[in-house]
């Protein structure tokens, strides 16, 4: 049974840091590009980053550069998001999705095929 099993989430205060993990089962990791997205209270939900199959290729989105890092760990089926400098509006359920068509990076929400059940950050000003 595929799964996707996010951790990491927590309560920090601005400019603080977290490492978001997940953790992917039932699936050939490698076969498949992963994203982070996230969706703050009453807003839609967004692209954050992407990596490449070999991770080799990374992809963010705007609010996400300079601050956060996406890689994997091909060998643990896992991916990560470091997450640095976190600010108020970095406050968002942030979800790790699995795409398993072999193209560049997505950063729609549509075109990933399995989501985890998404974890809590929280920054506090």
């Known amino acids: 049974q595929l799964q996707l099993l996010e951790s990491g989430g927590g309560l920090v205060q601005t400019g603080g840091s977290l490492r978001l993990s997940c953790a992917a089962s039932?699936?050939?990791?490698?076969?498949?590009?992963m994203g982070w997205f996230r969706q703050g209270p009453g807003k839609k939900r967004e692209f954050v980053a992407g990596?490449?199959?070999?991770?080799?290729?990374?992809d963010y989105a705007d609010s996400a550069k300079g601050r956060f890092t996406i890689f994997r760990d091909n060998a643990k089926n896992a991916v990560y998001l470091q997450m640095d400098s976190l600010q108020p509006e970095d406050t968002a359920v942030y979800y790790c999705?699995?795409?398993?068509?072999?193209?560049?990076?997505?950063?729609?929400?549509?075109?990933?095929?399995?989501w985890g059940q998404g974890t809590q950050v929280t920054v506090s000003s």
């Open positions: 999705a699995a795409d398993q068509f072999q193209g560049p990076i997505a950063t729609e929400s549509g075109w990933y095929d399995h």
């Open positions: 039932g699936l050939t990791f490698t076969g498949y590009t």
């Open positions: 990596v490449s199959r070999d991770g080799g290729q990374t």
